[in-house]
């Protein structure tokens, strides 16, 4: 090969990579996106402010997305992690809890028939005034679960406890949650 | 009794990925009744999925796409994976190296030209040596020479202050034509041309390398160069024979390469330069030739550009988002 074709061929490598880059985000997107806006809902039940910090998560992880090392965990870890820390940042700025619309919480919903819609939303409320009662780090788990739909290995890396631990607290506050939600059915 | 709870808390978590991906949980007669109840509740959570509303999701998309351009986070990524390159492109110098010979034969015919009182365009053109053209050319008030040296297919322009510009052709198989209608019938592709192009800007010809190649060569006028030119190379990937083709336009040392987003954010290379080089004629001592330039490379589909120009940055980007 002369040396003076050399430089174009490696940028020519290279523009294949920028190229992979700009349909990895694309394929990112479309996977985390609506795991993401889950696990915002269930962690602060108001669907503008889980608009407003999903956004921000994206744009955090662009910007820092030369820091993320493959060999140090999976891009899922990671970007849970900037979402967890991205919540923890807007509740301590907050004096007061966030307003939960449940409104909010029903219209963003699957979509069902209307009699099981109907059933939903009464389901999504009990499940909401559930969640509101434990403690953070069990609800964490289970945004993390049932949101974002992680492993307890990878839960385990974003919340910094055992794979075990994760597994046992998910089970008692799902026993927990569940409990609450009968309670509040039998009133 | 504490083995026995990390076992179903194990299992309860197996079983909830089972849900959480859609299968159902496996039979757990075995296991106790809280047990079940706490995972018929978990499928019920996990059937519970608040969907984004589709204009947020497009609009985040958007606003994402949007910083990915090359003014923000994806540029300076993809920097980070460009090996640093300090070196800014700079004027050239005035080049002093053309041979004594060339400049008197060279002089005699400027004077010509001026004492002709010829003002804008104006061209002529001379044989100063066997297969060697040369054409004269005045434009505003700056003295344009222009050399082609058919043997070694190198077209060469000279503006008085700034220095010599260099454009290498492919040795063989050049077939210039006037028009891209009249290239058109000799080539396998459709030949893409800008929509954009500068004021002043004009197709100079169309220079086919092979059925599977050619170039568009565009001229202007510019206060800076006096005479400005943008070419573009275009081809398939693959040429008539199947062969992967790799013909781009090439920059000396110290070419400053970024990558760029352009044609709806698609990335191409954009190189920024001065290149110089000795150039050996035959018989004759070789002097440097300096020119100041960007390439784009880009691909679209199953073809590949290459544009070159001297025109400033902003404006060589326009260009080649255009060319469609």
Avoid at chain 1, 141 to 151: G, N, Q, R, T
Avoid at chain 2, 197 to 216: W, Y
Wanted: aromatic fraction near 8%; proline fraction near 4%.
């Amino acid at each position: 090969m002369d040396e003076t074709t050399l430089p174009l061929r490696l940028s020519w490598a290279r523009l294949h990579m920028a190229k992979a880059d700009e349909a990895t985000f694309e394929e990112l997107y479309e996977h985390y996106l609506p795991r993401l806006f889950n696990y915002m809902i269930y962690r602060l039940g108001n669907r503008q402010l889980a608009e407003d910090l999903t956004a921000t998560v994206f744009e955090k992880a662009l910007t820092r997305i030369a820091t993320y090392r493959r060999d140090r965990g999976a891009f899922s870890t990671w970007l849970f992690t900037i979402a967890r820390n991205v919540i923890t940042d807007h509740l301590r700025q907050q004096a007061r809890a966030e307003i939960v619309n449940l409104d909010d919480l029903c219209a963003l919903a699957a979509p069902e028939t209307p009699e099981t819609q109907y059933l939903r939303q009464e389901e999504l409320a009990r499940l909401y005034t559930g969640l509101n009662l434990l403690a953070e780090r069990e609800r964490e788990i289970i945004a993390l679960k049932f949101a974002a739909e992680l492993p307890n290995t990878r839960i385990a890396q974003v919340v910094g406890l055992s794979a075990e631990n994760v597994g046992v607290i998910l089970y008692r506050a799902i026993g927990k949650l569940r409990k609450r939600f009968e309670e509040e059915n039998e009133r | 009794m504490k083995e026995n709870q990390l076992d179903m808390s194990t299992e309860f978590s197996r079983n909830v990925d089972e849900l959480l991906r859609g299968a159902r949980a496996e039979d757990c007669n075995v296991l106790s009744g809280e047990y079940r109840a706490n995972l018929e509740f978990a499928e019920r959570l996990a059937r519970t999925r608040f969907r984004p509303d589709p204009s947020f999701q497009a609009r985040l998309k958007q606003s994402l796409q949007e910083k990915l351009a090359p003014e923000a986070g994806l540029k300076q990524r993809l920097r980070a994976l460009l090996p640093r390159q300090e070196q800014r492109p700079q004027y050239a110098p005035r080049t002093g190296l053309i041979t004594a010979r060339r400049r008197l034969a060279l002089g005699g015919l400027l004077v010509l030209l001026l004492l002709g009182g010829v003002l804008g365009w104006r061209a002529a053109s001379t044989v100063l040596a066997e297969g060697e053209v040369v054409k004269l050319l005045r434009l505003r008030n700056q003295d344009v020479v222009v050399f082609m040296q058919e043997a070694y297919r190198q077209a060469y322009q000279l503006h008085t202050r700034i220095g010599v510009k260099l454009v290498e052709l492919p040795e063989k198989g050049v077939e210039v034509y006037p028009t891209v209608a009249a290239a058109q019938v000799v080539v396998a592709f459709p030949i893409r041309i800008p929509a954009y192009l500068p004021p002043g800007c004009r197709l100079k010809d169309i220079r086919v390398l092979e059925p599977s190649a050619v170039v568009a060569d565009y001229q202007y006028l510019d206060d800076r160069y006096g005479f400005g030119l943008i070419s573009i190379l275009q081809f398939p990937h693959l040429n008539t024979r199947g062969e992967k083709q790799d013909l781009f336009f090439r920059m000396g040392e110290g070419t400053r390469e970024e990558i760029i987003l352009v044609l709806d954010r698609k990335p191409a290379i954009l190189a920024t330069g001065q290149g110089w080089r000795g150039v050996r004629w035959p018989g004759r001592k070789g002097y440097t030739v300096v020119w100041e330039g960007y390439i784009v490379n880009w691909e679209d589909g199953d073809m590949v550009f290459s544009l070159w120009s001297t025109l400033p940055r902003e404006e060589t980007l326009r260009v080649a988002a255009s060319v469609r």
